[in-house]
């Protein structure tokens, strides 16, 4: 079992930047692969972003490439989602999340990830 708590939202101005971590504590970090989904109010979750255990594959969602990049340090037992050019539609609850095994696709599925942080909410002001 794995324990994640994020951290590092808040209220920013379209077009800055923010940095969400999300830090581990239980089983070894090392061995789950990692998922950032947000919530807008009134929407279901989604998908944003995922990595590998070692960090050398990512995945985001079409909304977010270019503009977000996540990453790891298991050193740290720590995801981080750096989001840069930040748009009112950012605006979410944030989310990190921990997958043991699947595929590509079960990455961008909500459903596949055994465990959730708590959330940091994001909001940016246009």
């Known amino acids: 079992q794995v324990q994640l708590v994020e951290s590092g939202g808040g209220l920013v101005q379209a077009g800055g930047s923010l940095r969400l971590s999300c830090a581990a504590s239980?089983?070894?970090?090392?061995?789950?692969?990692m998922g950032w989904f947000r919530q807008a109010p009134g929407k279901e979750r989604e998908f944003v972003a995922a990595?590998?255990?070692?960090?050398?594959?990512?995945y985001y969602a079409d909304s977010v490439k270019d503009r977000f990049t996540i990453s790891r340090d298991n050193a740290k037992n720590t995801v981080y989602l750096q989001m840069n050019s930040l748009k009112p539609v950012d605006t979410a609850v944030y989310y990190c999340?921990?997958?043991?095994?699947?595929?590509?696709?079960?990455?961008?599925?909500?459903?596949?990830?055994?465990?959730w942080g708590q959330g940091t909410q994001v909001t940016v002001s246009s």
């Open positions: 999340a921990a997958q043991e095994t699947g595929t590509w696709y079960s990455l961008k599925q909500a459903y596949e990830y055994s465990y």
């Open positions: 239980g089983r070894t970090f090392s061995s789950y692969r």
């Open positions: 990595i590998s255990r070692t960090g050398g594959s990512t």
